[in-house]
């Protein structure tokens, strides 16, 4: 149990579907954040918050849309996406202070875009 | 980009054996943190490390920050087959703290 969970774990969508991913932690951090691992390839960070503000934006294309209501609650809403946006993706979290740096992350949501 | 050099991207070990892997990099990173994932798991904070040439352990496992703060490395000694996973390094670019990076990894296999 890491504190940090994250539904639904598996998600098929057609290219015209809206969907949306949740994240939800229990550690009492203060940030959130969005990541998309593919294959191979290194972790993307996607989008940050900090006490609910958005604070990155790492050229995130706009068919990916985050909404952070609370400090606990972090969403990504998806709508036309493309096959390549398939992929496993992470929320993850972290605290206020010192160890501000270590991010703790949930199981993600593996997305299928057909 | 400044991006992380994660080697060796795959091992394959007996049981028992020690392992090491590294990270490098052409920026200062302020944080080096190093993980684990298992498959359907998203990644488990292992060490993290906050000072040029600290040397942390957790367990079997010892992580050093370079000390010209542009590389680490993790050792994992007498290994065991639960440490099968992919290991990633981590930094936190000098003076951005909201930018994490991540190396692609180091997939490790442990045969029995």
């Known amino acids: 149990e890491t504190g940090v969970t994250q539904t639904p774990r598996h998600l098929v969508m057609g290219m015209t579907n809206k969907k949306s991913l949740k994240c939800e932690q229990h550690l009492g951090h203060n940030a959130m954040y969005w990541y998309k691992q593919s294959a191979k390839k290194p972790l993307e960070l996607m989008f940050v918050y900090n006490f609910k503000e958005q604070t990155e934006n790492n050229s995130v294309p706009s068919r990916f849309s985050p909404e952070c209501p609370n400090s606990s609650h972090l969403f990504l809403h998806l709508h036309t996406l493309q096959p390549e946006d398939s992929a496993l993706y992470l929320c993850?979290?972290?605290?206020?202070?010192?160890?501000?740096?270590?991010?703790?992350f949930g199981p993600g949501t593996r997305l299928t875009v057909t | 980009g400044q991006q992380l050099n994660q080697s060796p991207q795959s091992m394959f070990i007996q049981e028992g054996e020690d392992v090491s892997m590294n990270c490098t990099s052409s920026s200062i990173f302020n944080t080096w943190l190093w993980y684990k994932q298992e498959p359907g798991e998203g990644p488990v904070l292992l060490i993290a490390?906050?000072?040029?040439?600290e040397l942390t352990s957790n367990g079997r496992l010892t992580a050093q920050f370079g000390i010209t703060r542009k590389d680490s490395f993790l050792n994992i000694s007498a290994s065991i087959p639960s440490d099968v996973g992919i290991y990633f390094c981590a930094g936190q670019l000098w003076g951005n703290n909201n930018d994490m990076r991540f190396g692609a990894g180091t997939r490790l296999t442990v045969k029995p």
């Open positions: 490390l906050y000072k040029a040439g």
């Open positions: 993850a979290s972290s605290p206020p202070g010192p160890a501000g740096y270590e991010q703790y």
